[in-house]
């Protein structure tokens, strides 16, 4: 079974910074992109940041040049580094990934269970 696991959310101060971290396990060929959205009650789930294989990277415009996304192919692992952080950007985190697994070979889309980040004073 392949699973994503996120962790690093909590209560963070207006202008604080928080990093996310979800690690892929399970019988894994490849990973494809990589992927953070967030939910907050109300609103349209949202693609906060997404990175590809080969390390290209996209943001949404209203965490660009607050936050960074990488990742690691051989620990199966993205980061998601929010800084600045705003009310606003109290949300529920998630890890979604474009996963080939192996034996059998197939192509699934995966998501974590979530991480709450809530900014507030």
């Known amino acids: 079974q392949v699973q994503l696991v996120e962790s690093g959310g909590g209560l963070v101060q207006p202008g604080g910074s928080l990093r996310l971290s979800c690690v892929a396990s399970?019988?894994?060929?490849?990973?494809?992109?990589m992927n953070w959205y967030r939910h907050t009650p109300g609103k349209q789930r949202e693609l906060v940041a997404a990175?590809?294989?080969?390390?290209?990277?996209n943001y949404a415009d209203s965490v660009k040049g607050r936050s960074t996304i990488s990742r690691d192919n051989a620990k199966k692992t993205v980061w998601l580094q929010m800084n600045s952080l705003k009310p606003e950007d109290t949300a529920v985190y998630y890890c979604?990934?474009?996963?080939?697994?192996?034996?059998?070979?197939?192509?699934?889309?995966?998501w974590g269970q979530g991480t709450l980040v809530t900014v507030s004073s």
């Open positions: 979604n990934a474009d996963i080939m697994t192996e034996f059998p070979v197939r192509s699934l889309e995966v």
């Open positions: 399970g019988r894994i060929f490849r990973i494809n992109n």
């Open positions: 990175i590809t294989a080969g390390g290209s990277t």
